[in-house]
């Protein structure tokens, strides 16, 4: 039986330049990035255009080669992923920490000093990838965490109330919220944010 399987599609890129041009450290990137496996669908200036962009091509990577301007380029890498983060590789001479500092806050997913050589883009890029991918585990297990816990607040709140209005214990008042939930076919927390709408409109 044959395999039908269609190939992964290669990885979107966008290399983004201080002035866009294609120059030597491009052209190894370019080595290095070759299809099947990459392709690059635009090669970037760092100017207030990168933004709208990068917002019209979608790619899966970002890969910015700032040499010495390293700062200047991580402003508008900043800009363009704002609304939409994605993996961002960074090639770069510059080292002072200053400059390190500010690619860690930005979010630049790895910051790789003098070490644009082709056969490491490869192995920096799925590190980077793989980084990328644990990020954004542990931010919806963040936002999970966050969302389940402001959730069982309103219910601790509608309880109280239920319990101060009717005269019940809390465990009667947790029984008459899930109990109407379910006739409602609701979602416990949301019948609870109802109640609590009702409670403030009436005063």
């Known amino acids: 039986m044959s395999d039908c399987t269609p190939p992964a599609r290669p990885l979107r890129i966008i290399l983004v330049q201080p002035d866009g041009d294609e120059g030597a450290r491009v052209q190894a990137l370019r080595a290095a990035l070759a299809l099947p496996d990459y392709e690059i669908v635009a090669v970037l200036a760092a100017d207030m255009f990168l933004p709208a962009q990068v917002a019209r091509l ?3 990577l970002i890969v910015a080669d700032a040499e010495s301007d390293a700062r200047d380029v991580l402003e508008h890498i900043v800009i363009a992923t704002r609304d939409a983060p994605r993996p961002v590789v ?3 001479d510059d080292e002072t920490p200053a400059t390190l500092d500010a690619a860690m806050e930005a979010g630049i997913t790895a910051y790789v000093v003098d070490g644009l050589r ?12 793989a980084r990328f991918r644990q990020q954004v585990r542990l931010l919806e297990e963040l936002t999970g965490t966050r969302a389940r816990l402001a959730e069982r607040k309103v219910i601790e709140r509608a309880k ?3 319990m101060a209005r009717y005269r019940i214990t809390e465990d009667e008042a947790y029984a008459r919220l899930r109990s109407m939930a379910m006739n409602k076919n609701i979602k416990l927390a949301e019948l609870a944010r109802r109640l609590l709408d009702i409670e403030d409109l009436l005063g």
Request: glycine share 4%; net charge neutral.
């Open 118 to 129: 082709a056969e490491r883009v490869r192995p920096v890029i799925n590190v980077a990838l």
């Open 90 to 92: 960074m090639f770069t």
């Open 58 to 60: 979608q790619p899966d």
């Open 160 to 162: 109280g109330v239920l």
